[in-house]
């Protein structure tokens, strides 16, 4: 047993016969060890108990901020998507500052109480558009998008329509990104921006992957989308 044990713990293992009699001659260490350190044994289990607390309310507090968010990014997304809908841009690049205009970084940075100054919230989802585009997202996005076109008849998604879409889920994944580096940089005063360009696409990726399991909620999103701006209308093919 001693030898399985690490070795801060092997010397602190007590043997006992079984027999009533000896035991208080057995437990004499452990009580010599309690008188010793008692206090302090309290003291670490106390703050073991916090630190549990803690990480649980912490857990619930993102929980909450993540709900708050979804909201958020539904709205901003559209809005986005309005945006390259009524006017559609000339280069998928420029959505790069589209995004960090400020839209909803404010809302973000106090929703998780970010000390930063909006320069740094625009660098820190520029740095991660950039990551979403080098990684493909608009174009997988385009391609997923004439997929569903395809296989399921739909006539909808043409024209301006992919664009828009494109950039809202573009937004999607980059508002997803952003939560995840202000949750990681809670109690952080100031961006360590190199940091963020080393870790963005890892970000971006995990993020890309979360929101395409639920692809089909956004697609139903976006017609209903579609259908509320005024003079589109939506087709689909029996």
Known sequence: MRAQLPAN????????SGQGDDLGEVLEPCSRMLRARGRNL???????????????WQSLLEGLRRQRLEGLVRRTQWLVAAGVFTAPLPSVDLL???VANGLMLKEMAELWSCPWQMQQLREAATELTKAALALGITEWTSQALLSAMRLEGTTWLVGGTLQALSAA???RVVAHAMADVLA????????????LKQQAPLLVARAAEAERLDWKGFLQQGQAWLLSQPGAGVRTAD
């Open 9 to 16: 713990l092997s010397d602190q293992v007590i043997l006992w």
């Open 42 to 56: 309290l003291l670490q289990t106390e703050l073991r108990c916090l630190e549990a607390l803690h990480g649980e």
């Open 96 to 98: 790069v500052l589209a």
């Open 169 to 171: 889920y573009l937004t």
């Open 184 to 195: 990681l940089s809670s109690g952080v005063a100031e961006m360590d921006l190199q940091a």
